[in-house]
């Protein structure tokens, strides 16, 4: 930057050194030229006595040499004081000359003007070159510095930004306080740093979430073929057994020949095995992607009431304490027949599992349904499978104590199509199931 600094005064100083004595040159040959038509004029009105002294003045003043000759070309005046320095410093001259006329004479005068000062003022810049050299450096070298500051470190900083763009680093920001094109470029930089930020972010996001989802149907294929194994493995013994007394009665084996007997026998198998695939057919549906769930705006304290008064007789039948803490007019928008589902599955399973003499107690208040059935507990890694497919608590796994091994896992479904958070737990001597009706929250047990 120095050096172009540098190169334009030097061009520049070149140029005052060729234009100004040529154009100083130039107005003196016009004032000059005035001049001498001023003598011409002041001559032929009053003759060369009387205009002696405006001839002096006018070679004075134009530092020239004048001479007037007659009309026979005979010197009769002259005024010579630029003579010498013209012998000396051999510098340019400019000469005119005219005629005029007086008292019927004709006359010749001529004025050759040396231009002395012009010569001077070039040999001035002349050695002025050292001084105006130190100054043309010295300019340069400021005017370098002011130019880095004001124009260079600026920009560098902007392409300091522009790089950490290109490594995604957007946390750095630049200066927008000039109000010039370096200003609005820093502007136009930090806005593009924002929208591309935003970009990335919103990339990210939506990574995380195909990766999430990704991860989640990963996780629903394994459950369908962790549940479809399961299946496989409930109807085979059903099959085995009922193929089996099948044979025994056609080849009339044994106790088989009492063909009546097994008949109801093979049929309370089949009617197992119908009812166990109903249920399955239940959670396939539910668990389709496509399942149309009719959800309407229940009373969902009359279905609890319901549900409490149709097993309210097996409970009493076990010699069972029930009890009911429902408030009234609580509504809620799901699934009715699903739902019911759910409530007929978890009061049934209180009571089916609570020994003879205890108590089974169903609350709704503020939002939480609790079902609690005392003189049962469940040890802490069943209670993490106890929403498994086909996983019964009954050791014997025996399906007329332990059920289908179905009931949770459809009550799991439903609930989480619905979007009701729920927790089945452990209290101090009876096992507590919890729903709570508010959608997409985690369930938090503040007992």
């Known amino acids: 930057m120095m050096g ?5 005064c030097i061009i520049i100083y070149g140029l005052i050194m060729n234009f100004l004595p040529r154009n100083y040159q130039t107005e003196l040959e016009g004032q000059f030229a005035i001049g001498f038509e001023k003598l011409v004029q002041s001559l032929g009105s009053n003759g060369i006595e009387d205009s002696t002294k405006l001839l002096y003045e006018f070679s004075m003043k134009n530092n020239a040499i004048v001479t007037i000759k007659n009309s026979e070309g005979v010197e009769i005046f002259a005024v010579k004081i630029g003579d010498r320095e013209e012998k000396k410093d051999n510098v340019k001259t400019f000469s005119l000359s005219a005629e005029f006329e007086y008292m019927q004479e004709r ?3 001529s004025a050759t003007a040396t231009f002395l000062t012009v010569m001077q003022t070039y040999n001035i810049l002349l050695k002025l070159i050292p001084v105006i050299m130190t100054i043309m450096i010295l300019i340069a070298g400021l005017g370098a510095y002011i130019f880095s500051i004001y124009f260079s470190k600026p920009l560098i900083k902007i392409c300091s930004v522009a790089k950490r763009m290109t490594k995604l680093d957007m946390t750095w920001k630049c200066d927008t306080s000039r109000e010039d094109e370096i200003g609005i470029l820093a502007i136009s930089l930090n806005e593009m740093s924002e929208k591309l930020n935003d970009a990335l972010k919103n990339l990210k ?3 995380e ?3 999430l989802e990704i991860k989640n149907e990963r996780k629903l294929e394994q459950q369908r073929g962790d549940f479809f194994m399961s299946v496989s493995h409930e109807l085979k013994t059903p099959i085995t057994i009922i193929k089996g007394e099948l044979e025994g009665m056609i080849y009339n084996i044994g106790e088989y020949k009492n063909r009546d007997e097994y008949l109801r026998h093979a049929l309370k198998s089949v009617e197992s095995m119908e009812k166990l695939v109903k249920e399955i057919l239940l959670v396939v549906r539910i668990g389709g992607d496509y399942f149309n769930k009719a959800f309407t705006n229940l009373n969902i304290s009359e279905m609890l009431k319901k549900v409490c008064y149709m097993v309210q007789e097996i409970a009493e039948d076990k010699n069972i304490e029930f009890n009911m803490d429902i408030e009234s007019e609580f509504y809620w928008d799901g699934d009715e027949r699903l739902l019911k589902k759910v409530f007929s599955n978890i009061i049934g399973n209180a009571i089916m599992y609570s020994p003879q003499g205890e108590k089974v107690h169903v609350a709704l208040k503020e939002k939480k349904l609790s079902v609690e059935n005392t003189g ?20 014997s796994r025996n399906r007329n104590t332990g059920g289908s091994g179905l009931g949770l896992y459809i009550v799991k479904t439903i609930l989480e199509h619905h979007k009701i958070p729920f927790l089945m737990k452990n209290t101090r001597d009876s096992v507590c199931f919890q729903m709570l009706f508010q959608r997409d929250c985690s369930y938090k047990d503040e007992t």
């Open 107 to 109: 006359f010749m005068i």
């Open 205 to 207: 996001e939506a990574n």
């Open 376 to 395: 049962v507990q469940i040890r802490d890694e069943e209670l993490e499978r106890i929403f498994e497919p086909f996983y019964r608590i009954d050791k």
């Open 4 to 8: 172009i600094l540098l190169t334009c």
């Open 209 to 211: 979430q195909l990766q």
